[in-house]
């Protein structure tokens, strides 16, 4: 089966009058390379269910039919959604079947607008402007996913990715470990879109395991992780202030966690926080 290259990649999208817009986070991948790299390196078996956010004009989507057992693409663009089938009926007729399209903003579909066939991988080259909360909350809505690559702004990779005690872990870091472990699996440069951004991107791996054990809701233990990093700079103690109701309860829960007051968001684990949102008074 032949991939998009530069080529048809733009006159596919001249025959569509499709001009990438930065409001939806359009960098369409014109690289076929690129494109396998990431198909290989998202280990899939042939049992998958993959779910892509943002296919655009189906790069990536026609790599990924041939090595699973279906494709669910989650497309916000009516124009880009209605096009990839008959994409895909052109380059892989023999593997249409495998394909699903869903016209949603993945930052708000749910389940029930999905096939019943659960997805179990997401794969997907994300916008730019959107790649944390869209992660978040597929992994949130979707338990059956297992594994995730996805290819992001290289700086956002590097917080998603990020082990506490670095200056560049937060919110990200901590969210994305309550769901999973996660890695930094390469990067990506910057002449593999169209049109080229002016940041470099990279690959995130996400291996789904159980969140940690606490008496705490997701809710309750993001609430801490968002009052902690709100103000990064101050101790716990007064970071965690208006959280807890006063300074004194922030440092009776920290306490009460094994937590120092003095120490500072960027140095907890997500069990860390979780033991803090149990033992808020």
């Known amino acids: 089966m032949s991939l998009l290259g530069p080529v048809e990649i733009r006159n596919l999208a001249q025959r569509l009058d499709i001009r990438p817009t930065k409001k939806l986070g359009q960098n369409f991948v014109i690289d076929a390379g690129t494109v396998r790299r990431i198909v290989r390196t998202a280990e899939l078996r042939p049992d998958d269910v993959v779910i892509e956010v943002g296919p655009g004009l189906g790069s990536l989507t026609l790599a990924l039919l041939p090595e699973v057992r279906s494709v669910v693409a989650v497309e916000i663009d009516p124009v880009l959604a209605a096009q990839l089938p008959a994409t895909v009926a052109e380059h892989a007729p023999e593997l249409a079947d495998r394909l699903t399209v869903v016209l949603a903003d993945a930052m708000r579909v749910l389940p029930e ?145 094994g937590i120092d007051p003095s120490e500072r968001g960027e140095q907890l684990t997500v069990e860390d926080f979780a033991r803090i949102a149990e033992n808020r008074t």
Do not use: C
């Not at 338990?143 to 919110?171: C, F, T």
């Open 113 to 257: 607008e999905l096939p019943e066939d659960r997805p179990t991988a997401l794969v997907a080259n994300l916008p730019y402007n959107v790649s944390v909360p869209v992660v978040l909350h597929l992994l949130e809505v979707l338990p059956s996913l297992r594994n995730v690559l996805i290819m992001v702004q290289s700086e956002v990779a590097d917080r998603l990715a990020a082990a506490p005690g670095s200056k560049i872990y937060g919110i990200p870091s901590v969210k994305a470990a309550w769901y999973a472990d996660v890695r930094r699996a390469g990067p990506v440069g910057r002449t593999v879109f169209w049109p080229v951004p002016n940041v470099d991107s990279g690959l995130v791996a996400m291996t789904r395991r159980e969140p940690p054990a606490t008496g705490a809701t997701r809710e309750e233990v993001f609430a801490v992780v968002d009052a902690a990093f709100a103000q990064r700079r101050k101790t716990l103690r007064a970071a965690l202030a208006s959280w807890a109701g006063t300074a004194a309860a922030a440092e009776s829960a920290l306490r009460a966690a």
